[in-house]
């Protein structure tokens, strides 16, 4: 499983722009593919099925304030508004400039959503931890 960082990557929804996400993993894109004999003395024929993206997970250590559009995004979903998101993930140069054509995850559904756990004896942030089930990559 691929995992990227935000050190050569901007990984965000453009339906909430301010915020960046932190790592991400998944996402990846398979196709099925099967053989068909057509009768004998024939060559068989392949056919491709459709394209299917797995779960897709981006984290981030959780700010209340500047996340507070994603976490109010998710209430609203557990309340049966279902609003449908994009993921980018940009490639950057070490200097933050943009480097090459960005990754799309479209129409991301939410599969889980967490807030971590705060822990006053660790000195580790809490993070937010975000799964979602897009229906394609460009």
Known sequence: M??????HNLIYSPQFPRIMFLTRTGGNSSTAVSQSQP?????PVNF???TT???LTVTKPIDLVKDAPIIRWNR???KGRRVLIDIVEQPTNPDGTPNGPPTIWRNCAKSDFDTGDS???SADPQMLTIAL???HRE
């Open 48 to 50: 491709t099925g459709p």
């Open 2 to 7: 691929e995992t990227r960082s935000k050190s």
């Open 39 to 43: 009768g004998p003395g024939k060559n």
């Open 76 to 78: 609203e979903w557990d």
């Open 119 to 121: 822990d006053s004896n």
């Open 53 to 55: 993206c797995g779960t």
């Open 133 to 135: 089930q897009p229906t």
